[in-house]
T-cell receptor
Framework: AQKITQTQPGMFVQEKEAVTLDCTYD???????LFWYKQPSSGEMIFLIYQGSYDQQNATEGRYSLNFQKARKSANLVISASQLGDSAMYFCAMSRYNNNDMRFGAGTRLTVKP | EPEVTQTPSHQVTQMGQEVILRCVPI?????FYWYRQILGQKVEFLVSFYNNEISEKSEIFDDQFSVERPDGSNFTLKIRSTKLEDSAMYFC???????????????FGDGTRLSIL
């Protein structure tokens, strides 16, 4: 069975600083995908970044990067140059090789301080 | 940019009534999903749908739930006899088929907030 763990219920970061949100996972599948989603207070789910289990390079999307350490089963999200608009819940998620059954972590609430 | 649309944005229903939540996935997507998020909790997978049949379902998706693609564009979630604990945000998502060895991101709609009275 898949399991996603986000151990930080809340994080604070100063505007313009970088922040790392932790995510560890457990799966027996050899092929899987790892995702990060942002959920602002308005409630929608916004896809941020994706990492495939066979990808050699860490994924990057603008200010977002995913620090993928396969042996440690971790997929931490790094947000560089934080902005006030980054304040939101962030969910780590994993899907199986055939893209079904995406499981989410409990989420981390990020607050960016001015 | 194409997006997943969900209607209604908020549905209030009496306990025991049937409710249908509607979704229009992104047009070239072939995989469809429903998730729910009880207030303040994590997002939970309900069901995935591909090629006009259920592909996977979670333990939450019991006999009171059903999904349908009644035409070429809509994807619906029906809850037959609603209970108080069905109150949650329900998200529809869609994705393109996975590539060779790669998963594809699921794009979410803005959700339908279901309130059972």
């Amino acid at each position: 069975a898949q399991k996603i763990t986000q151990t930080q219920p809340g994080m604070f970061v100063q505007e313009k600083e970088a922040v790392t949100l932790d995510c560890t996972y457990d799966t027996s599948d050899p092929s899987y995908g790892l995702f990060w989603y942002k959920q602002p207070s308005s409630g929608e789910m916004i896809f941020l970044i994706y990492q495939g289990s066979y990808d050699q390079q860490n994924a990057t999307e603008g200010r977002y990067s995913l620090n993928f350490q396969k042996a440690r089963k971790s997929a931490n999200l790094v947000i560089s140059a934080s902005q006030l608009g980054d304040s939101a819940m962030y969910f780590c998620a994993m899907s199986r090789y055939n893209n079904n059954d995406m499981r989410f972590g409990a989420g981390t609430r990020l607050t960016v301080k001015p | 940019e194409p997006e997943v649309t969900q209607t209604p944005s908020h549905q209030v229903t009496q306990m025991g009534q049937e409710v249908i939540l509607r979704c229009v996935p992104i047009s070239n997507h072939l995989y469809f999903y429903w998730y729910r998020q009880i207030l303040g909790q994590k997002v939970e997978f309900l069901v995935s749908f591909y090629n006009n049949e259920i592909s996977e379902k979670s333990e939450i998706f019991d006999d009171q739930f059903s999904v349908e693609r009644p035409d070429g564009s809509n994807f619906t979630l029906k809850i037959r006899s609603t209970k108080l604990e069905d109150s949650a945000m329900y998200f529809c998502a869609s994705s393109v088929p996975p590539g060779a060895g790669n998963n594809q991101p699921q794009h979410f709609g803005d959700g339908t907030r279901l309130s059972i009275l």
